[in-house]
């Protein structure tokens, strides 16, 4: 088990390394034991991180990956600075990578709540609670990248550590208004103009909403706020796509909107 000083120094390493845009060649400590253990170095990462929350991204936990008592979804921070919409950029969006790090693209369904989320009795939302909320289904990429090479290899406790490995979302079209049915989208990924993906909701186990139920009883577990017109990205619809700088990916949905961005090094966006 860590202690509170040995969590601090870890969450400053990773802060450091996620601001100066460089990539580190371990995991900057001893691996959390625990998802407690991850989320107090989230959280004082989050403390030291100078921008405003706008969201989370939520990533599922298969069940040969997490303890048995564990929700198979974790959560990670979405900052303002690294969040784009599509419809202010006359090209692609520039998203920062870690080089030398981990880098992949996601394409993702997206929820913006409508509302602030009302105190909560009963012991959890539920998804049919989190379907009943109001919101929005927007199409979206995520930039999944971290200064340390083989995150998703060392587990989950490790990915939601240092920030649930997001480093930024470019937000597209709306695709729905809710409460109501979900429309059957389906999305398809291309990097550099090479389909890598297809896919839909049902490729996230449980749905988009059961996602959203556990992201709401995880947040509210460690007292974090949610309030009308934060963002969800819901889930990777299409697998995960490794990136290097300067691809393009776009995101499309089958019969609708698409949504683009373009990677660069976070080194070169940090002297800018």
């Known amino acids: 088990m860590s202690t509170p000083a040995a969590e601090d120094v870890v969450a400053a390493e990773l802060v ?3 601001r100066e845009g460089r ?4 995991f900057p ?3 959390p034991a625990s998802m407690a253990e991850a989320y107090q170095i989230q959280e004082l990462a989050m403390s030291r991180w100078q921008d405003s929350l706008v969201g989370w991204k939520i990533g599922y936990i298969s069940a040969d990956r ?3 008592e564990d929700p198979d979804r ?3 921070p979405i900052w303002r600075q690294q969040y784009h919409l599509s419809e202010e950029h006359g090209s ?7 080089v030398s790090g981990f880098a992949a693209v996601e394409a993702e369904l997206v929820i ?3 509302q602030d989320l009302p105190a909560h009795d009963g012991g959890g939302w539920t998804a049919q609670e989190a379907a009943d909320l109001e919101q929005h289904l927007l199409v979206g990429v995520e930039v999944a990248s971290s200064p ?3 995150i998703n290899s060392l587990g989950p406790t490790v990915i939601a550590a240092d920030f649930g490995n997001n480093n930024g979302l470019v937000l597209g079209s709306v695709l729905a208004d809710w409460p109501g049915e979900a429309p059957p989208v389906q999305l398809a990924c291309y990097v550099d103009g090479q389909l890598l993906g297809e896919g839909s909701a049902e490729n996230l186990p449980g749905g988009i909403h059961h996602g959203l139920a556990t992201a709401l009883n995880i947040l509210a577990s460690r007292g974090q706020p949610v309030r009308a017109g934060m963002i969800f990205a819901t889930g990777a619809i299409t697998g995960i796509h490794p990136i290097g700088p300067g691809q393009r990916c776009r995101v499309e949905v089958r019969g609708g909107p698409s949504v683009e961005l373009r990677t660069v090094d976070a080194r070169a966006l940090m002297r800018r």
């Open 112 to 114: 913006r709540l409508g």
């Open 29 to 31: 400590g001893v691996i």
């Open 23 to 26: 990539s580190l060649t371990r």
């Open 148 to 150: 340390i090479p083989d």
């Open 92 to 98: 692609a969006a520039e998203v920062g990578i870690f």
């Open 66 to 68: 997490r303890m048995a």
């Open 16 to 18: 450091a390394a996620r």
């Open 74 to 76: 974790l959560v990670g």
